[in-house]
């Protein structure tokens, strides 16, 4: 194992300045992806810097409005049982039990996970295959490769992988930020903003800078909270990734659509939106499932599959129609 030096600090500014100025440093919280990634080689930071005991930074708050703050420190573990996390937003508690394990759940962050890095095999082989986003210029080994678990959205020559984290489609249906801190102060960036496409740039897995602290995610209080859903299918049973997912929400007039959010996980570089299928869902009765069906099919158009992976275009609007019927059992 690559060697490197832990330091502890209670004091956010102190923790922010430290990591802008010193490249070599990283963040640590729950360890579970990072310490991964240094044995196998992805990452290899000379000093970790354990931010566990930042103030305020692991409570789960409920907002007046019907929303969330939820401490980029809480664990996975914590916010899937929090009482009003599961009343309000089941979406988000369903994404994080179907993640990962026990244990993990136990000692992972919410901030760690959305920024845990891709499972492309290639990207955490210890050989080291050409892989873009691990060494930048060096090629693609899944564009041609073995690519059954890759994107059929957004993927670009340069990168074809996936983001692995479940909550975060959650997230990105409820149109939840995260709130960060860095040397110029505290902003908010939208979820659907936080992980970029790939590009020519896939190296870049989030929309942090150096010397940026994950604080919190606030998720707004919305219509379609509380009749939410996230369904997920995966190789096995559990403690598996996706490989594809379905987070949906929605409201409704009686059995009738008055406004839906759909997300999908594991068909891209980020959690994928599906805007034109929610737009054509307004007003359809959620007992048509034609009409459903045509709905989610517009956001489709887009899909381009590689070699191995077109049952995946299947498979995704099959999760998304499901997600969206037990989602609208729940209205
Ligand atoms: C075997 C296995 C199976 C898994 N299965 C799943 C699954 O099915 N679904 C799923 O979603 N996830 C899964 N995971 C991933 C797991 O959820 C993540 O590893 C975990 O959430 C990361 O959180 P952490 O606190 O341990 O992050 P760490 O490993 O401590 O950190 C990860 C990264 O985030 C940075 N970071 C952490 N906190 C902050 C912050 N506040 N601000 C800025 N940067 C920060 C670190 O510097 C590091 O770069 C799995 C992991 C393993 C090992
Ligand atoms: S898909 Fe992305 S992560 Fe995987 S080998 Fe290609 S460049 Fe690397």
């Known amino acids: 194992m690559h060697p490197f030096t832990l330091s502890t600090v209670d004091d956010p500014a102190a923790a922010i300045a430290a990591h802008a100025r010193d490249p070599e440093l990283a963040f640590i919280a729950g360890g579970t992806d990072l310490i991964g990634l240094m044995k196998d080689h992805v990452a290899l930071p000379q000093r970790l810097l354990d931010i566990n005991r930042l103030p305020n930074m692991a409570r789960i708050e ?43 759940r136990n000692m992972a962050s919410m901030g760690g996970n959305i920024m845990q890095r891709t499972r492309c095999a290639y990207f955490r082989d210890e050989d080291d295959p050409p892989c873009n986003k ?13 690519n059954r678990n890759h994107a059929i959205f957004g993927w670009s020559e340069s ?32 979820s659907t903003d936080f992980h970029p496409l790939p590009g020519d740039a896939p190296e870049r897995d989030n929309a942090l800078w150096r010397g940026d ?46 406004s839906a959010r759909l997300a999908l996980g594991g068909v891209a570089h980020k959690p994928w939106r599906l805007r034109a299928a929610e737009t054509a869902l307004r007003g359809a009765s959620l007992d048509d499932i034609d009409t459903l069906r045509t709905a989610i099919a517009r956001s489709f158009t887009e899909a381009r599959p590689l070699a191995h992976n077109a049952f995946k275009i299947d498979l995704a609007q099959r999760a998304a129609l499901r997600a969206l019927q037990t989602a609208g059992a729940r209205a």
């Open 159 to 190: 990168c074809v992988a996936t983001n692995p984290s479940d909550v975060a489609v959650a997230l990105a249906a409820l149109d939840a930020t995260i709130v960060v801190r860095g040397t110029a102060g505290e902003r908010a960036i939208p």
């Open 213 to 258: 602290l994950i604080v919190s995610i606030e998720v707004p209080a919305c219509a379609e909270g509380r009749a939410s859903h996230y369904l997920k299918i995966r190789d096995r049973q559990s403690y598996e990734f996706a490989l594809v997912s379905a987070a949906a929400a929605v409201a409704t007039d009686g059995r009738s659509i008055r």
């Open 62 to 104: 409920a907002v007046p409005d019907g929303g969330l703050r939820i401490g980029a420190l809480t664990r996975m573990s914590d916010v899937a049982a929090d009482m009003e996390v599961r009343r309000r937003f089941p979406v988000i508690a369903e994404a994080l039990l179907f993640s990962a394990s026990g244990q993990l």
């Open 134 to 146: 691990r060494r930048p210029g060096s090629g693609c080994s899944a564009r041609h490769g073995l």
